[in-house]
């Protein structure tokens, strides 16, 4: 069996696309004069750095429903907590020049009366350990999750429910002022990042760039793990996993780090987008958010990587226009497109490209077309 | 309260120097008077001396409309234009009227002696309220009337109250015997509520006597214990009533996810439809037949079932039936229908709450055994639990529930019998989702009628489903009352939004350990 090509000429497409994208926003907003038609103003930068941030954060939901099996409800928990984790960095960097000009508290924590630092806010402080716990924090919660969850055999339907349990229960916690993290506002306010203005036109057009290599390094990542000897075994768990594991696999090794990975893709996602539209609260951790991120999933291909974050910057560019234009509309919009890509293009738009001009060998990567009857079939399998 | 009683106190001194200096000292003529010592001093003796005008003249005095003559001292009531003697209620004609002044101090006078007067009242719950006022007030002045009424006194919850009151004043009164006083705890004891263990904590306080005060502390302890075993029954019921929520929003999710195994996003919207056609049926009522308010709820059952019913008959024909077997696509799809029916009510009735109004026998409150029940929980409770039987009789006892389970449990085997399973899916899961329109009509009764009212029950619901096991209407039941129960007994130590959170920590955490719910059906067809 020949080794997959880690970029395929669709992950080059991609890459290529990605990596204009990046250079010719810049240029127009930084290199083109204020007063000209081609001039990109700063908000669209920083919009456009909001969809790519979308875009990871779809990758990482494609990594474990579309190679996995695993359809994650609760993906903007992790999205959240990552940029939660941000936030906290941000906030610490406003030091005194806060409304209350407290050097060391937060205007919400002089507000709410507390004396001192919680200990979870120390060394937040630092970028390097902020960073950390981007990763880490998001990492963690899905490792132990996925491990009990996975473990005890817990698939499918009864899955995706707990995972949106988990979303909801922390979307309830982060609303409690107690809980010393903002409370229903959240974080904002934020001046600097790394020593630069956040409002900066550079620092925008930095954070925008930033977001575009992190999203091809995510992409590079998944890619990696799904051509890999491991991504084949996690196919196999994805489209047989009693076959899997009577083959002598751990499917739950295999799905507990594909969570795991995608997790910590999903915080860098939420840790770009909290600088760029300059708050995070607990509404990110709303069910639907969630739910949202694997409808661009499945209008991108899921399954194909690049159609998920495909998928995101569509619907979210569509969320955008239909908002502005007609605010009603949206909802059944959405609505519409939530049926109509599962009734009729199940594969999604990079999926169905696949099948007709892809060669055979990619199109049996693609998730199968569920049977109409499975239970039949999956009673003569076990 | 100690202002009260130390008022009383004065008043009881004032009393006599008063009574010594008006020679033809009876109420009527110290009423009539500009001083408020002597207006005091009458309202204490008239309400005292039993006169059975005595209510009138109070009453009229506390209105302002009890004259005086200043020469000869003769009152009056008026009565809009007329005026009439205030001792014989006989009509009279009179001149140089000035009113009888009132000020806070008369008014609370005129408060206790209303009480006083009350503990004399024909009717039962007026002289408990009477019993309870001075139990309160624990003026000594009182003393007389309520051992006068505690001889008459027939029915034995006022004889209890009216016991209570007499201790309440013995222990606040100065001078009373040890003997009497230890005597007196018993009777508070028996109340058994937070102003009897207000009033025994003073007793345990500041009593001079070591025995007295430590009967009180001992008393304080039963009285404690009561209280606390009160609270947790009363919080068991607030369990009962959100388990009995719970129930009704699940319900039809057992049915549609737990029966068929369709993940039903837009089950939430099915109660939302429920609650605005009760909106739609009480407005109808309210503008052709008024008169049928009180059964707009029983017409809006009916209504609310066959329109979320219709909707839900609709999806399954529309998007549905092309997903079966494919149920992470079917939550997609409904999550879709969810979002969209959310907006067309938002469109058509705005975003804003609607009025959806309680008959009269929802409203109000009883007391059993010292919880505090109100009707319109009672009724959500019993209809909860109406609608599970019912189901439940559908589902064991008719030949469409026969049908349902077969094509459930084997649908190649049921069709092949000759059961037209596509019929039985549209069916079954419009009776899913009609059943969620009914509980839509309960919920309108406790909960705001908004676009959003089914997003705030769909998580619930699910994980009440499948918590319950999944396929089983009993587990349904088990875990609606438990999760409610639950969250109502973590409540007053956690707060509700951690309580909650506990409650679904809880929950992920068990499905690890039994992943197919708490009675889970057995057998090779679940395992898919």
New interface residues.
């Given amino acids: 069996m020949t080794r997959t090509r880690l970029i395929d000429p669709k992950g080059w497409i991609f890459l290529a696309a990605l990596a204009a994208f990046c250079l010719v926003v810049p240029l127009l907003n930084l290199g083109v004069a204020e007063g000209s038609g081609l001039h990109l103003p700063t908000y669209l930068v920083s919009l456009f750095g909001k969809y790519l941030a979308f875009a990871l954060l779809a990758l990482s939901l494609d990594l474990v429903w579309g190679y996995c099996g695993i359809?994650s409800l609760g993906h903007g928990a992790f999205f959240g907590l990552g940029g939660y984790a941000m936030g906290m960095y941000l906030m610490r960097q406003i030091g005194p020049r806060g409304v209350y000009g407290n050097p060391v508290l937060p205007d919400f924590m002089v507000f709410l009366n507390y004396k001192e630092l919680p200990w979870y806010w120390l060394g937040f402080d630092h970028f390097a350990f902020a960073a950390l716990m981007v990763l880490a924090v998001p990492g963690l919660l899905a490792f132990v999750?996925g491990w009990?969850?996975f473990?005890?055999?817990?698939t499918?339907?009864?899955l995706?429910?707990?995972t949106?349990?988990?979303t909801?229960?922390l979307m309830?916690?982060f609303?409690?002022n107690d809980m010393g993290l903002g409370g229903n506002n959240g974080l904002t306010d934020f001046k600097d990042i790394l020593g630069f203005p956040v409002q900066a036109q550079g620092t925008r057009v930095a954070l925008f760039v930033a977001t575009g290599i992190a999203l091809a390094l995510g992409y590079l990542v998944a890619r990696f793990m799904t051509v890999s000897a491991y991504g084949k075994i996690l196919i196999a768990v994805r489209d047989a996993e009693p076959r899997t594991r009577f083959l002598g696999y751990r499917p739950e090794h295999y799905k507990t780090l594909a969570f795991t990975v995608s997790a910590m893709m999903a915080g860098v996602a939420g840790a770009l987008y909290v600088p760029q539209v300059g708050i995070i609260n607990p509404g990110e951790f709303a069910?639907?958010n969630s739910?949202e991120a694997?409808?661009w999933v499945?209008v991108g291909g899921r399954g194909t990587l690049v159609g998920a974050a495909l998928g995101a910057v569509i619907v979210n560019y569509a969320k955008t226009v239909l908002t502005g234009a007609m605010p009603?509309a949206w909802?059944?919009a959405?609505?519409?497109?939530?049926?109509v890509?599962?009734?009729f293009m199940?594969k999604g738009i990079v999926g169905s490209l696949i099948e007709r001009f892809g060669s055979p060998r990619a199109k049996a990567k693609l998730p199968p077309e569920?049977?109409?009857?499975?239970?039949?079939a999956?009673?003569g399998q076990? | 309260m100690i202002r009260i009683i130390i008022l009383s106190l004065l008043l009881g001194l004032a009393a006599p120097a008063v009574a010594q200096d008006a020679v033809p000292a009876d109420a009527y003529t110290r009423l009539a008077s500009d001083s408020y010592g002597d207006i005091e001093a009458g309202i204490a003796a008239l309400a005292a001396s039993g006169d059975p005008r005595a209510g009138a003249v109070l009453s009229a005095l506390g209105e302002g409309r009890l004259l005086y003559r200043p020469a000869d001292k003769a009152l009056f009531i008026k009565q809009g234009d007329a005026l009439a003697d205030a001792r014989t209620g006989a009509p009279a004609q009179a001149e140089g009227l000035k009113p009888v002044r009132a000020n806070n101090k008369i008014r609370r006078a005129l408060d206790a002696a209303q009480g006083q007067l009350n503990l004399a009242s024909p009717d039962a719950a007026r002289r408990r309220e009477a019993a309870d006022a001075v139990f309160k007030a624990r003026d000594p002045v009182a003393l007389p009337a309520l051992d006068a009424a505690l001889a008459r006194e027939s029915d034995a919850g006022v004889k209890r109250a009216l016991a209570a009151a007499r201790a309440a004043v013995l222990l606040a009164k100065p001078g009373t015997p040890d003997a009497e006083r230890l005597a007196a705890l018993p009777s508070i004891q028996a109340r058994g509520d937070g102003d009897a263990i207000a009033i025994l904590r003073t007793v345990a306080a500041s009593d001079p006597n070591e025995t007295v005060k430590a009967a009180a502390g001992r008393g304080i302890q039963q009285v404690e214990t009561r209280l606390a075993i009160a609270a947790a029954a009363q919080n068991v019921w607030y369990g009962v009533s959100l388990g009995s929520v719970l129930l009704l929003a699940a319900i039809g999710l057992a049915i549609t996810f737990g029966v068929m195994g369709i993940i039903n996003m837009a089950h939430g919207e099915m109660v939302m439809l429920g609650a605005y056609t009760t909106y739609l049926v009480q407005d109808a009522i309210r503008a052709h037949a008024p008169g049928l308010f009180d059964w707009s709820l029983a017409i809006s059952i009916p209504c609310a079932f066959l329109v979320a019913g219709a909707v839900g008959v609709a999806i399954e024909r529309g998007i549905i039936r092309f997903l079966y077997g494919r149920p992470l696509e079917t939550l997609l799809a409904t999550f879709g229908v969810s979002l969209i029916l959310q907006q067309a009510v938002r469109s058509i009735f705005g975003p804003t709450n609607r009025e959806v109004g309680s008959p009269g026998f929802m409203s109000g409150a009883f007391d059993l055994f010292g919880l505090s029940i109100t009707w319109g929980r009672l009724w959500i409770v019993l209809f909860s639990l109406a609608v599970f039987l019912g189901l439940l009789f559908v589902l064991r006892k008719t030949a469409f529930g026969l049908k349902t389970r077969a094509v459930t449990q084997n649908r190649r085997m049921a069709a092949a019998m000759g059961i037209r399973t596509p019929w039985v899916d549209a069916m079954t899961f419009g009776l899913g989702s009609g059943i969620a329109g009914i509980a839509g009509v309960a919920l309108s009764q406790i909960d705001n009628v908004s676009p959003n009212l089914g997003q705030g029950y769909i998580i619930d619901s699910f994980l009440v489903v499948v918590f319950g096991g999944v396929g089983n209407l009993w587990g349904t039941l088990v875990a609606a009352l438990t999760l409610g129960v639950a969250n109502k007994l973590f409540e007053p130590y956690f707060g509700a939004v951690l309580a909650k959170i506990a409650l679904l920590v809880f929950i992920i955490l068990f499905i690890q350990k039994r992943p197919r719910g708490l009675f889970a059906l057995k057998g090779r067809a679940v395992e898919s």
């Fill in positions: 359809l999750f009990l969850a473990r005890s055999r817990v499918g339907v009864y995706s429910i707990i949106q349990a988990m909801f229960a309830l916690a609303f409690r069910p639907t739910i694997v409808i499945a009603d909802l059944f959405l609505g519409a497109l939530f049926v890509v599962t009734l199940p569920p049977e109409i009857a499975p239970k039949l999956e009673e076990g």
